[in-house]
Structures are given as C-alpha cells and as structure tokens.
C-alpha cells in the first residue's frame, strides 16, 4: 500500500516546466514569424512549427477579414484591446500570436469567456466555422505571427507516441489523457481534442500548460503523440480489467484492495476453525 501511496504522490505532483493565409485547409510545409515584443504580450509567444515541419493554412480574402474585424470588436476587443494589444491585467496582446492559438481557443470554445479571472476549459464553440475563419483572418493580417501547426498521425508511431507521451505529457494529463489536476488549474481529458489541436497545444501551451519547440518536440514526435493521444480513446485492454482506462494507479490500488479483502476472508475462515 504504501509503494501506491508513494505513485499516486508522484503522479499528482509531476509537472513539467520546460503571417499565413490560402484558399484552403491543409497541411502544408513551412516557417514560422517572429513573437510580439509588446508589454501586455503572453508570458509565452506560440512557438513556430520547426523546418520543414508541417502548418496548416485557413482561408483568407479581405470579405472574411471584414467580417472577422466586426466579430473581433463585437466579441473580443473588450479584453484584449480594440487593437490587438491587450490589456494589462486583463487579457494578453493578440499581436504575433498567429492563426495556431486562435483556432485552438476558439474552435475548443475556451474562447470567449464570460470573465478573464476564470481558467479557460473546453465547451460548446460559440462562433461557427467561417466566423472562426474569419477571425483568424482579421488577427493574423492585422498582427501576424507564425502559422498554425499541424499533426499527421498517420506518420507517427504510436510506440514513440506512448514514450514521447509519457516523458512530456502524462505527468498532468494522465497515461491515457483522461486528465487531472496540477498546481494553480484542472487538467483538461484530451479525449474530444483532433489531431490540430494537439499539435496547436503542444506549440503555444495554452494557459499553464508549458510549451514545446521544434527542438524539444519534432514533427516526427508530434505527429506520434497524436497517434498516441487518438489511440487512447479506444485501447487495447488485452490482459486484464480497463477500470475506465484511467491509469495504472486506480489499478494497483484496485489490486491491494482486492488482495486485503481476501487476506481478511482468508483470516475470517482460519479463525473459525481454530475457535
């Protein structure tokens, strides 16, 4: 019992610290822009997808940049500035931040929130689609910044995935995704997030989450830990009883219990005998 004491300490405790435009959607090769240097900027710019890394392109015209101008002061500028730059201790400058954060808070439904003094977690996305789009032209042509990253899946391995997985991620979100709690916020279950998503996480960190560059994470490893991540959602629970696939913990703790319930049967019965 107590060497499940002792995991479940560890498990709890491990954090580790460590412009785009074209008429489509689609992963494609390329470099990212240089972060903002303005005081009201994020504590951490997004990190650029590496060379040759993949990026993934949204549409852009100046009809969707109009439209995602009205959107923006309508729905954004009274936290983040009617010009992108922020506002001190409310919401960060938006300036060089890129298309990446944009479509993960906005298509996740981080984005917008009802106050800036609450943690930002996954809902319902209040803007469709084409607004999404349209915001994401308006921000990037009006502050640039490097282009949203990309995951091919496919390309990983889920091998890698699960070890790249465990070194940088399963420390806050569990061996499996399913979430958990870290110092000063509730870890989100990843189980609803794509493919895009991850790899826009792992470049930016939205909120406490650190961030991961191209050297700390290649693409090769992205896209693995994708692989991973979508993997997770329906394993292979050969050998043994899933327990809701929340990790090896739940399932040592299960173990002991059983173990002392049959220990006390197995006592009971010995000294009815001897009575």
């Known amino acids: ?83 992108l730059r922020g506002i001190p201790n409310t919401a960060p400058s938006l300036i060089g931040v890129g298309a990446g954060p944009v479509d993960f808070y906005l298509s996740t439904g981080r984005m917008p929130l009802q106050s800036p003094r609450v943690e930002p977690t996954r809902g319902k996305p209040l803007y469709n689609p084409s607004q999404i789009h349209a915001l994401i032209a308006y921000i990037v042509a009006k502050g640039g910044g490097p282009p949203s990253p990309a995951a091919d899946p496919a390309e990983g391995s889920l091998s890698d995935g699960f070890a790249q997985f465990t070194l940088h991620c399963a420390g806050c979100h569990q061996i499996v995704g399913r979430g958990g709690l870290t110092i000063g916020a509730a870890v989100p279950e990843l189980q609803r997030a794509s493919a895009l998503q991850i790899a826009q996480a792992i470049r930016m960190g939205p909120y406490v989450m650190p961030h991961f560059d191209a050297n700390q994470i290649d693409q090769h490893q992205l896209n693995s830990i994708a692989r991973y991540v979508l993997w997770t959602r329906k394993p292979d629970n050969s050998g043994g009883w899933g327990i809701y696939n929340i990790g090896p913990i739940p399932e040592g703790m299960v173990a002991w219990f059983i173990a002392l319930l049959a220990l006390l049967i197995v006592a009971r019965l010995i000294g009815e005998r001897t009575a």
């Open 1 to 83: 019992m107590g060497i499940s004491l002792i995991l479940m300490s560890v498990a709890l405790v491990s954090f580790e610290a460590s412009p785009s435009s074209g008429a489509g959607s689609g992963a494609q090769v390329g470099q990212g822009g240089p972060p903002t240097g303005l005081p009201t900027a994020p504590a951490k710019a997004p990190e650029p997808p590496g060379a040759g890394g993949l990026v993934t392109h949204f549409p852009t015209s100046p009809a969707l940049v109009a439209q995602g101008q009205t959107l923006y002061q309508n729905g954004c500028a009274s936290c983040h500035g009617p010009r």
